[in-house]
């Protein structure tokens, strides 16, 4: 674990420094992995192993280059489930940061972007410019988050960091938001925010029950894959 970081980005290097592991399972304190989730992410990274020897990062959520919210995960904050079930691992132009599987030879986060937001969209893009691709696959998990009200200060900074670090990517989306060269997509997402905030609000289960409560309600029990699981 890593403790009071000032950012994620400063907290994943250093946690990448000091591993020897190949892989690195980088997944936040409010993430509830499955009976069986560590079987399935080992089958998982040898199968984009053979797809793809040179991938560099593998995540449980995220945007697929056609703009499509992919891989299944429990979200309390909205009260549902998110993102599609694919066969196949996804080539995706972000990620979720909730939890990214980062191999280690390839790649490491980029210590100027601050606070604690976009390192997800930051890392994909830093490996495509390496000439490596990240991918989603189905790796079912609970996500117990709070409700978020709003977009604060630090999320801003780390939108507009990222709008300018890669302008000639862009339009970029993240799962939270679109990155566009004029920044207009953040102010219509934080209008969106504060118009539908006593609609997302009702939607929100409690982050306090048992996450194995909502694992199981999605079927989620014991994710070991079966023979004919994605």
């Not at 997944?27 to 020897?53: C, E, K, N, Y």
Request: hydrophobic share 45%; aromatic share 8%.
């Amino acid at each position: 674990m890593e403790w009071n970081a000032p950012s994620a980005s400063i907290a994943y290097n250093r946690l990448l420094d000091q591993s020897d592991a190949e892989y690195l399972v980088l997944v936040h304190q409010d993430v509830f992995l499955p009976a069986g989730w560590m079987t399935r992410l080992r089958g998982a990274i040898a199968a984009l192993s053979r797809l793809d020897p040179d991938w560099a990062v593998l995540g449980a959520h995220g945007v697929a280059l056609d703009g499509r919210a992919v891989g299944p995960v429990w979200s309390s904050s909205l009260g549902s489930i998110v993102g599609r079930v694919s066969l196949q691992p996804v080539a995706v132009q972000s990620l979720d940061e909730l939890l990214i599987v980062v191999r280690r030879s390839a790649v490491r986060f980029d210590t100027s972007l601050p606070g604690f937001h976009f390192h997800g969209t930051d890392i994909v893009q830093i490996a495509a410019a390496a000439g490596r691709s990240s991918y989603v696959t189905s790796l079912p998990l609970v996500h117990n988050d709070r409700f978020k009200g709003v977009l604060g200060d630090d999320f801003r900074q780390a939108y507009h960091y990222i709008r300018t670090k890669w302008r000639q990517q862009l339009p970029l989306c993240s799962p939270v938001v679109k990155v566009s060269w004029h920044g207009l997509h953040l102010l219509k997402s934080q209008r969106h925010l504060a118009r539908s905030h006593a609609v997302r609000e009702a939607m929100v289960t409690s982050d306090t029950v048992d996450p194995r409560v909502y694992a199981s309600l999605c079927g989620w029990d014991d994710v070991t894959p079966g023979p004919f699981s994605p």
